[in-house]
């Protein structure tokens, strides 16, 4: 079996869903084999860069092995403004690099002007043209001699961002065309959602032999032979990170990305797509998740460990506090009491925690009760202050032009935030999109908002009136030119945001 993570998403960690796959696999003692054609393609891209016509793009030729090299040492993480001229340069080598086929091409990011991603008929097409691919000659090559030689049965892709969708069906066609035999899956949760809006039908039946929703362990277990009782519980497999290439990516020192559950514990909040695609809450045992990592932090000798849990537990912070893992860890929590106590905070610090995603979304108290956050500002206050104390990074995600907000409570989130801009190292700022799945769709008004029949958003008419254009207006005018947002909104690492933000606050970075 051959498992592929297709471009384009940020090259700076392994994707923790194939490593899973591959953990089960390897489990079962599977034959298999990994490509991470993100990273690679990239950096074929990006290395094998010759020639420029401006003066930014000469200096980042001439600055590219001693960027890449940078951006996989610590050092440059003490330096901010060396580290954005590296990542600058590096990725205008990618975006030069695939201007001839007119693609819009960062290191986090794939737009061609003239295929939607949305599209399913724009998804074929890039499937019957895979050499209009920018990726094409290293796909190709990589893809000819890897088949070659491992003579896979089965071929399956993890695609989880827009930005893959579009290299993945060209690689798909690609292998169509050239192994028709082959039986090809495609998973990982972009699929799960466009699934679960299709009915849980396969609307590329033609070149996709299998579509799988979820976690995708017992579908590609099921097709080697093997089956097994999923209930109560799917079995849990320690992610297996072995065949990755761990020191080529743009990282300071490997990244290990850990799943400790999927779906999540408070699925309460109104418009989440979790809550409206009905994803099930399950969580790998606290015991478990210390042995896995316990495992891995031994074998991979990571600098960092992501949760990528949609919030990580009260109950597996504990068990970090209890046996800290002795490597630095970051992930999404929610702004709980457990997190209002200092003392617990500089526990969390000392478990080795650098950073916590908080999805605050308001500072407006009638907003987050309107949308069944279940957070109370006075908690997320005492929260930010302690986490400051603590030492302990807090990216603080913001979410405007919900249907319960006006210019008013966009205002509170404004003031909420200038005080306590000291407390909050990170900003995100996002517009509200309406998932179209789920109950709430159903009660508004709603409008096209995206060209496209997969797309999983739909627009609304906003029953205040507060709509997207004027949401836009705010943030642009108001939000990010207060001098207090502006300040922190600067610091984001560009490009890798929160990927690379907890190396900036590491005091060991050596
Ligand atoms: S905490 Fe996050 S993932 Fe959980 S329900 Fe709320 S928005 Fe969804």
Redesign the pocket.
């Known amino acids: 079996m051959l498992l592929i993570h297709p471009p384009v998403a940020k090259p700076s960690e392994p994707p923790g869903g194939l490593a899973k796959l591959a953990g089960a696999l390897k489990c079962h003692r599977i034959q298999h084999s990994i490509l991470d054609a993100n990273l690679e393609g990239l950096l074929h891209l990006i290395e094998g860069s010759s020639t420029a016509s401006d003066r930014w793009t000469v200096r980042a030729l001439r600055s590219r092995p001693k960027h890449l090299r940078a951006l996989r040492e610590k050092s440059l993480y003490r330096t901010p403004d060396r580290y954005r001229r590296a990542v600058a340069d590096i990725n205008r080598l990618a975006e030069m690099a695939a201007r001839r086929s007119s693609i819009h091409l960062s290191l986090v990011n794939y737009q061609d002007p003239g295929l939607s991603p949305l599209q399913s008929s724009d998804l074929r097409r890039a499937a019957r043209q895979p050499q209009n691919n920018p990726f094409y000659l290293y796909f190709k090559d990589r893809l000819e001699t890897l088949i070659e030689k491992e003579r896979p049965r089965v071929v399956g892709f993890s695609m989880n961002y827009l930005s893959q969708a579009l290299c993945t069906f060209a690689m798909l066609g690609f292998i169509r065309r050239h192994w028709p035999e082959l039986t090809l899956v495609l998973g990982g949760g972009l699929i799960t959602s466009w699934k679960q809006r299709s009915g849980g039908q396969n609307p590329f039946g033609d070149l996709v032999d299998h579509l799988v929703a979820g976690p995708g362990e017992s579908a590609l277990l099921a097709l080697c032979g093997i089956t097994g009782s999923q209930e109560p519980l799917p079995q849990h497999y320690r992610p297996d990170y072995d065949l990755f290439a761990l020191g080529d990516y743009l990282s300071p020192g490997p990244i290990l990305p850990y799943a400790a559950s999927t779906?999540?514990?408070?699925?309460?909040?109104a418009?989440?797509?979790?809550?409206a695609e009905g994803n099930r809450y399950v969580a790998v045992p606290a015991d478990s998740v210390m042995a896995d990592l316990g495992a891995l932090v031994k074998r991979i000798r990571p600098s960092l460990i992501h949760f990528l849990d949609?919030?990580v537990s009260p109950a597996l912070m504990e068990a970090l506090v209890d046996r800290p893992p002795g490597v630095a860890w970051y992930g999404?929590a929610?702004i709980s009491r457990r997190l209002a106590d200092l003392n617990f905070c500089k526990a969390l610090k000392q478990s080795g925690c650098a950073m916590l995603k908080l999805?605050l979304?308001s500072g407006d108290q009638s907003v987050l009760d309107a949308e069944?956050?279940?957070i109370d500002l006075d908690l997320a206050s005492r929260t930010l202050r302690n986490l400051q104390k603590a030492g302990i990074a807090a990216y603080v995600y913001l979410l405007f032009g919900t249907p319960s907000e006006t210019i008013a409570e966009a205002r509170s989130t404004l003031d909420f935030t200038v005080r306590h801009c000291e407390a909050i190292d990170y900003l995100n700022l996002a517009i509200f999109n309406l998932p179209i799945c789920g109950h709430p769709a159903r009660e508004l008004e709603t409008q096209t908002l995206y060209e496209g029949d997969l797309s999983l958003y739909t627009g609304f008419r906003h029953p205040k009136g507060w709509d997207r254009g004027l949401v836009r207006q705010f943030l642009d005018r108001e939000f990010k030119r207060h001098p207090a947002v502006r300040r922190i909104l600067l610091r984001d690492p560009p490009l890798f945001t929160s990927n690379h933000a907890p190396f900036f606050g590491m005091a060991n970075l050596q």
Not at 263 to 269: D, H, Q, T, V
Not at 271 to 275: A, G, L, T, W
């Open positions: 779906g999540c514990y408070w699925n309460r909040c418009f989440c797509p979790e809550k949609n919030a999404f929610r999805g979304e069944q956050k279940g």
